[in-house]
């Protein structure tokens, strides 16, 4: 059975309106900005950049700094602000239904082991291309943001969200959308300063989480009833076939 599957009723309808905050999200929020707001005082008075420490530098995670894969996640450009920005706003705009569905606790430990997925493919793919991959610090939210898209597109899959803020579209449309771009970057702009790597290990390990696939068997059942499912034909009277199921 499919972790998604269990919590309420799954309306369809339009979700363009301005959700609202829920517990969970908020304290993310604040624990994010909090904690973006220490990394540029440290930055700007005494130049000393957190990154190096707690986001997630692949030569350093297999050197003992085993938190990185989670910490990474709550740090973000002390440079810029449009880069938490984006990132609280994605959380807002999504992070709130799915809490709703799964309450906070279930809320915060999908966000968690997305995240921690995507960091754990970052340092993956840093140490197999090594050199400067190794030595390169991954941090922000977004390997934890894609794993929420995917769960949006499984749990609210008809529902109608505007996509890039113009183009209405269903959820698990917008869903299979933003992997295919990360996909698409990752192989034909491979050094454009952006962890898609991180992103799709977010987006995997959600969906991996919401299907349960660390019980294998029965992960394996239920992609098995799944394939059984598709074998089957619908048919009525109007068919030309004698057999009716």
């Not at 799954?10 to 900005?33: D, E, F, Y």
């Not at 970052?122 to 894609?146: E, K, N, V, W």
């Not at 790597?197 to 959600?206: P, Q, S, V």
Request: proline share 4%.
């Amino acid at each position: 059975m499919s972790y998604y599957r269990h919590g309420p009723h799954r309306p369809s309808g339009v979700g363009i309106g301005v959700p609202g905050l829920t517990p969970m999200v908020k304290k993310i929020i604040i624990a994010n900005v909090v904690i973006w707001l220490g990394q540029m005082l440290l930055y700007k008075g005494a130049q000393f950049d957190l990154s190096r420490w707690f986001g997630v530098v692949p030569g350093s995670v297999i050197r003992g700094y085993l938190w990185q894969p989670l910490t990474y996640m709550f740090l973000h450009n002390p440079r810029d602000a449009v880069h938490i920005l984006f990132n609280m706003l994605m959380l807002w705009m999504f992070g709130g239904e799915l809490e709703r569905y799964w309450g906070g606790r279930g809320f915060l430990r999908y966000y968690l082991v997305a995240g921690a997925g995507g960091g754990l493919c970052a340092t993956i793919l840093g140490l197999i291309f090594g050199g400067d991959h190794a030595r390169i610090a991954t941090i922000g939210a977004s390997g934890a943001l894609f794993g929420l898209f995917v769960a949006f597109g499984i749990v609210f899959a008809r529902r109608t969200v505007l996509f890039m803020f113009f183009f209405p579209m269903q959820a698990r449309t917008m869903s299979l959308i933003l992997v295919g771009l990360s996909f698409f970057y990752l192989l034909s702009q491979p050094g454009d300063g952006v962890s898609h790597i991180a992103h799709l290990g977010g987006a995997l390990a959600g969906y991996l989480y919401l299907k349960r696939a660390w019980k294998v068997g029965e992960f394996f059942r239920d992609l098995r009833w799944k394939i059984r499912r598709r074998k089957f034909k619908v048919m009525t009277k109007r068919d030309p076939d004698e057999w009716i199921h």
